[in-house]
């Protein structure tokens, strides 16, 4: 198991984001990786979408040692992550999270965007329903914001926000074994209920267990914290760590 957090390593580990446009492979304050919601880049049916601050550059990957940049999209501005779901892109802002169709990949064509209150924004998309955290801090906002929001997709030209849960300081999120996780950074790790999908209920706060990202495997979570990256699986309802690498 440790092998295979080695050979993700260096997927999931990112260097610091900045405010230029230049391809930056991760956020500012997040770590990213590939199905990672707090990643600025994802990867969909041979082609890598990067967001900077604003721009969205679209890279040809047919030959994988030499990435084709075939795109620049000019866009909204304050962009800090990418999330590729089935046809579609969602772009989580400071201020919003901005939806693009991938019906031409090279392409993406902007549909709209749900708007929110400023601050640091993850999002991850499941059937007709998304999931967004926004936080505080430094370099998010200085309001007293963190929440878990969920939104109706189902009419992809108006987002609804349907539901609100306030949190202590969310990043990244990631749904797995039919869960919704929530990373709380060196709070812990919270495990939502999501039988209703628009009703998340929180089902288990892993105090223990820090977490700025988490990227679900089939039969695996990767976790990863300030502390380092570990591997995780369910035994019954029980996260249990196999591995880690600090």
């Known amino acids: 198991m440790k092998k295979l957090l080695l050979l993700l390593l260096p997927v999931i580990l990112s260097c610091s984001g900045g405010d230029s446009d230049g ?68 772009l989580g802002a400071n201020d919003g999270v901005y939806i693009y169709d991938l019906i031409d990949p090279v392409h993406p064509d902007y549909i ?43 009419d992809l030209t108006n987002p609804v926000g349907l539901d609100t849960i306030s949190m202590i300081r969310p990043r990244g999120l990631s749904i797995f074994n039919g869960s919704l996780y929530v990373g709380e950074g060196a709070f812990g790790l919270k495990k939502f209920d999501i039988t209703t999908p628009y009703e998340p209920k929180l089902d288990t706060f892993y105090a223990d267990i820090p977490a700025n990202d988490m990227i679900a495997l089939t039969s695996e979570m990767i976790v990863t914290a300030g502390s380092g990256v570990s591997q995780f699986n369910l035994v019954g309802d029980t996260l249990n760590q196999i591995s880690t690498i600090k």
């Open 112 to 154: 709209t965007k749900f708007t929110h209150q400023t601050g640091c924004d993850p999002v991850i998309a499941n059937g007709n329903v998304a999931y967004l955290t926004i936080r505080d801090g430094q370099t998010c906002t200085f309001r007293n914001v963190n929440q878990l929001i969920t939104i109706d997709i189902s």
């Open 23 to 90: 391809i930056i492979l991760g956020p500012g304050e997040g770590t990213s990786g590939i199905g990672g919601s707090t990643a600025r880049f994802a990867i969909r049916n041979g082609y890598m979408y990067v967001s900077t601050n604003s721009k969205l550059k679209v890279l040809d990957l047919k030959d994988a040692t030499h990435p084709n940049l075939v795109n620049t999209v000019t866009t909204f501005g304050n962009l800090e992550t990418a999330v590729a779901y089935e046809n579609l892109l969602f």
